[in-house]
């Protein structure tokens, strides 16, 4: 079993609707919580950050945290098609050392 | 934000040769890390660049593949060395700041032939 389980996708959806990525994991030591994008053949950038437990706001996304679960999920609000990219779910305890998830190609239409 | 610099973008190289990465970032930081990304793959984990001494190596890496060197707390180089097309990959250089977000370089783009 993966340390970070991530929902596959892909996922396609229409401009304006909200994108959910979900991931799982296994490891208690996990403390921090990250979403990366990644454009096609760029490297991974951070959109999201967390340590804590509940939601995070920025602009149109929400990260969310239940570390009861094991569980952490990105929501993307108002879709562009500027957001079609490959998300990746990112944690790592207090060696800083990340462990990814799979990732999820998002596409949004127009 | 943070402002990562690698060299080379991408580079073709020959089976049997050795490719040196280079990772220049904007200040001092505490933490430099090296990640692969295989093909349709997800990142991982290679080593921790430890400045002025030796790098720690993540399982399935040694040091003979892939030598680190960090003469500075701006600065890393990763060595692939003895290529072979399995190596192809792209490799990318992170670092991360007091507040323990971590920021990655564009990545190189290595294609063993």
């Known amino acids: 079993q993966k340390e970070v389980e991530q929902d596959p996708g892909p996922l396609s959806v229409p401009e304006g609707a909200i994108v959910s990525l979900n991931c799982t994991y296994s490891?208690?030591?996990?403390?921090?919580f990250m979403w990366y994008r990644q454009y096609s053949r760029k490297g991974p950038e951070l959109l999201m950050y967390?340590?804590?437990?509940g939601n995070k706001e920025d602009g149109r996304f929400t990260a969310q945290v239940d570390k009861s679960s094991k569980y952490i999920s990105l929501f993307i609000r108002d879709s562009q098609p500027s957001d079609s990219a490959t998300y990746l779910c990112?944690?790592?305890?207090?060696?800083?050392?990340?462990?990814f998830g799979a990732g999820t190609t998002v596409t949004v239409r127009a | 934000s943070a402002v990562i610099s690698q060299k080379p973008s991408r580079d073709i190289c020959q089976r049997g040769t050795s490719l040196t990465i280079q990772c220049q970032v904007d200040?001092?930081?505490?933490?430099m890390f090296w990640y692969r990304q295989q093909p349709g793959q997800s990142l991982t984990l290679i080593a921790t660049?430890?400045?002025?001494?030796?790098?720690?190596?993540e399982s399935g890496f040694v040091i003979d593949k892939f030598p680190i060197s960090r003469p500075n707390l701006t600065f890393s180089t990763l060595t692939v060395s003895n290529m072979s097309p399995e190596d192809s990959s792209i490799y990318l250089c992170?670092?991360?700041?007091?507040?323990?977000?971590?920021?990655f370089g564009q990545g190189t783009r290595l294609t063993v032939v």
């Open positions: 990112a944690m790592s305890g207090h060696d800083y050392k990340l462990s």
């Open positions: 490891n208690s030591a996990f403390q921090y």
């Open positions: 967390t340590y804590s437990s």
């Open positions: 200040s001092q930081v505490t933490m």
């Open positions: 660049a430890n400045q002025g001494s030796e790098a720690t190596y």
């Open positions: 992170s670092e991360v700041r007091g507040t323990t977000e971590a920021f």
